[in-house]
Antibody, heavy 119, light 108 residues
Framework: QVQLVESGGGVVQPGGSLRLSCAASGFTFSSYGMHWVRQAPGEGLEWVASVRYDGVTKFYADSVKGRFTISRDNSKKTVNLQMNSLRGEDTAVYYC????????????WGQGILVSVSS | QSALTQPRSVSGSPGQSVTISCTGTSSDVGGFHYVSWYQQHPGKAPKLMIFDVTKRPSGVPDRFSGSKSGNTASLTISGLQGEDEADYYCCSHPGTYVFGTGTKVTVL
């Protein structure tokens, strides 16, 4: 079955960096777009970034553009989110999510990982 | 891109139907057939309930149905059950992705 497992979260000071990883299994990873979605404490869902199946085309929310970089390694079945210049408002649970085949929705999600930006 | 507008909360008794609206603009909800809905229980990851406005993934009960009219999409839960009590989010894909503000469904 599809599994997505995030790692790399934790506490970081404002202005610092953190790299999240998501390990995928149970499906043909190289055929699907992958995404990061976050949820601040007590708030709603916010799309962060997407990378297409081939790793070439990437999209970012305006709130993270220029600070975050999404990447993938199809040989290792992982998708990463490099987060630089972190701010307090980046504090959230970050979810890795998989494309629904042939559609623009997210049919499987990881359990989420907490990133806390605080001095 | 601004968040899509959903009611903060809706409620219903077991067996009743509830409908959650998701209002956007002609640049997102109204302009594309890519509206999806997610259910999220407290402390859990979201779960896909509806995609492409009306389609249900396998395993989602047919009590859940989606529709769209103009710039507003809707999720209807028929025959409400206790386990349906959760937060629900709509999402549109006008090139990138935009989520709704979220609706808490309470089963009375």
């Amino acid at each position: 079955q599809v599994q997505l497992v995030e790692s790399g979260g934790g506490v970081v000071q404002p202005g610092g960096s953190l790299r999240l990883s998501c390990a995928a299994s149970g499906f043909t990873f190289s055929s699907y777009g992958m995404h990061w979605v976050r949820q601040a404490p007590g708030e709603g869902l916010e799309w962060v970034a997407s990378v297409r199946y081939d790793g070439v085309t990437k999209f970012y929310a305006d709130s993270v553009k220029g600070r975050f970089t999404i990447s993938r390694d199809n040989s290792k079945k992982t998708v990463n989110l490099q987060m630089n210049s972190l701010r307090g408002e980046d504090t959230a649970v970050y979810y890795c999510a998989k494309d629904t085949y042939g559609d623009y929705s997210f049919d499987h999600w990881g359990q989420g990982i907490l990133v806390s930006v605080s001095s | 891109q601004s968040a899509l507008t959903q009611p903060r909360s809706v409620s219903g008794s077991p067996g009743q139907s509830v409908t959650i609206s998701c209002t956007g603009t002609s640049s997102d909800v109204g302009g594309f057939h890519y509206v999806s809905w997610y259910q999220q229980h407290p402390g859990k990851a979201p779960k896909l309930m509806i995609f492409d406005v009306t389609k249900r993934p396998s395993g989602v009960p047919d009590r859940f149905s989606g529709s769209k009219s103009g710039n507003t999409a809707s999720l209807t839960i028929s025959g409400l059950q206790g386990e349906d009590e959760a937060d629900y989010y709509c999402c549109s894909h006008p090139g990138t992705y935009v989520f709704g503000t979220g609706t808490k469904v309470t089963v009375l």
